[in-house]
């Protein structure tokens, strides 16, 4: 809606000739909408559970829009509780966590921005070739298999950066993710995940800890007050509120 643009975007939006609001690409206003609940989010655990999670292994996760649109601002937590329950691997849903959200384009940016090293000219033609040429490196395997299937992707979607405890066999876990994900093609439908993940993805992978992707760091405490649930924390953030404000805070 035009109220929810403008609490994302921060400002009224630019009406056409006819007097009406052009449509929005719903990829880019979910993602700013929901980047801001995750932000507010982390500072409440980092702040109120003093959780910290720049230990923990990394899995990267395409989410449908789809998905986000019909569980609303919680959708972390149910997509933390399905997640904690896939058979197989049951763990609590405290030890696993969203810490991370990019778009499909900011997530394609990455690989299209890896390194490059200087060509070497073949030695006839080196009084012609351009010495300063420089081609793009694919350091590894995995890279080349994430972005070339995740560029496949037809569905809306974000791109979900989650947290595994320390604790948990990561490696274990994203094995059974990929199972998951091969065998939903003769699942004739019943994919305990199908309603999250775009049908196209087939693996994922443990990727590496990076640096300031855990939001803003928080100088102050806040302290809820009492009575004060998760849920109420979301829509009182999706609303256009701050953890900050009175009406949470004592």
């Not at 969203?98 to 033609?125: D, G, N, W, Y």
């Not at 604790?167 to 876990?173: G, N």
């Amino acid at each position: 809606s035009e109220e929810v643009a403008i609490a994302v975007i921060g400002a009224p939006l630019q009406k056409n000739e006819e007097g009406k609001v052009p449509e929005l690409d719903r990829s880019l206003t979910a993602h700013a909408l929901h980047e801001r609940l995750l932000r507010e989010r982390l500072r409440w655990l980092a702040i109120v559970r003093q959780r910290d999670f720049s230990t923990w292994r990394r899995v990267r996760l395409p989410v449908r829009l789809d998905f986000l649109d019909q569980v609303g601002a919680d959708w972390m937590t149910a997509l933390r509780h399905r997640l904690s329950s896939l058979p197989e691997f049951r763990i609590g849903v405290d030890q696993i966590e969203v810490v991370a959200l990019r778009s499909c384009e900011q997530e394609m940016k990455r690989f299209r921005s890896r390194r490059t090293i200087r060509c070497k000219p073949h030695p006839s033609t080196a009084e012609t070739a351009d010495h300063f040429a420089t081609l793009p490196v694919l350091d590894n395997l995995q890279c080349l298999q994430w972005y070339g299937e995740l560029d496949g992707v037809q569905e809306p979607h974000i791109i979900v950066e989650l947290a595994v405890d320390p604790s948990l066999d990561c490696q274990r876990f994203v094995k059974l993710l990929c199972g998951q994900l091969k065998r939903k093609a003769s699942a004739g439908g019943a994919f305990p995940l199908g309603d999250i993940v775009p049908w196209q993805l087939r693996r994922v992978y443990e990727w590496p800890v990076e640096t300031g992707m855990l939001g803003d760091a928080v100088a102050s405490r806040v302290v809820c007050k009492p009575g004060i649930s998760d849920d109420h924390v979301a829509a009182h953030l999706l609303s256009g509120g701050s953890l900050g404000q009175e009406a949470l805070c004592q």
